[in-house]
């Protein structure tokens, strides 16, 4: 209301942020019973092996009455998937689990990791959770997802990892590591002159097939 949007505007957005909000309501309704306390932009400092250290923001921790601490972060669209995140390929949740294990939150202490879970932002019956952890022992799945106390472990070994591949010059600077990956867009990416080149691959298809 404050931004006096165009009439249009208001039209299109207006419902699909009731629709979000009575989603994302309904579905914290459900969940208050089992939660002691909540933490929301928690900011993480932890001191790794090698000299280095991971800092960031959580959008949300949450205290359980089981005694483990949830990790919630909130998206308005698709990406990362569960497969990107269990895979490491997007490490931020299993990252923030890593910080919370070695007490990295400070507001928050050194707790056991719960679920990481992301909330898909998305009016009605698109709203959604995922939770990128599970357990290993009750997957039938031949590659079942980890528990979320190993992808921290994998997620901050692989970091050190590539951190002293970087430092010690072994491995060089990219503007972006998967290449074939366009959902994920790197910081370098007009640098190395992405756009032009994805471009110019298409039109080169393009004429091939013409």
Known sequence: A???LPAHIEATWRPRFDETARAFLNWEKARQSDIRQSFTEAQAALDLPGGFKLTGY??????????VADIIDYKTGSSPS???????????????????????????????PGDLIYVRLRPGDKFKTETVN??????????PPKTSAQLAEDAA?????????LKTGKRGF????????????GDYD???????????????EGDADG
């Open 58 to 67: 959580a959008d949300r921790i949450d205290m359980t009455r089981g005694g």
């Open 134 to 143: 599970g357990d290993p022992a009750s997957s039938r799945s031949k590659t």
């Open 174 to 185: 990219l503007s972006r590591v998967l290449p074939e990956s366009a959902a994920i867009i």
């Open 157 to 165: 070994r692989e970091l050190v990892k590539l951190l002293t591949l």
């Open 82 to 112: 569960l497969k990107q995140a269990r895979t490491l390929v997007d490490p931020q949740l299993a990252l923030e689990a890593a910080a919370l294990q070695g007490g990295g939150f400070a507001n928050v202490g050194a707790r056991e």
């Open 190 to 204: 007009h640098l190395a002159r992405v756009a032009e080149w994805a471009s110019g691959e298409d039109n080169e």
């Open 2 to 4: 404050e931004a006096d």
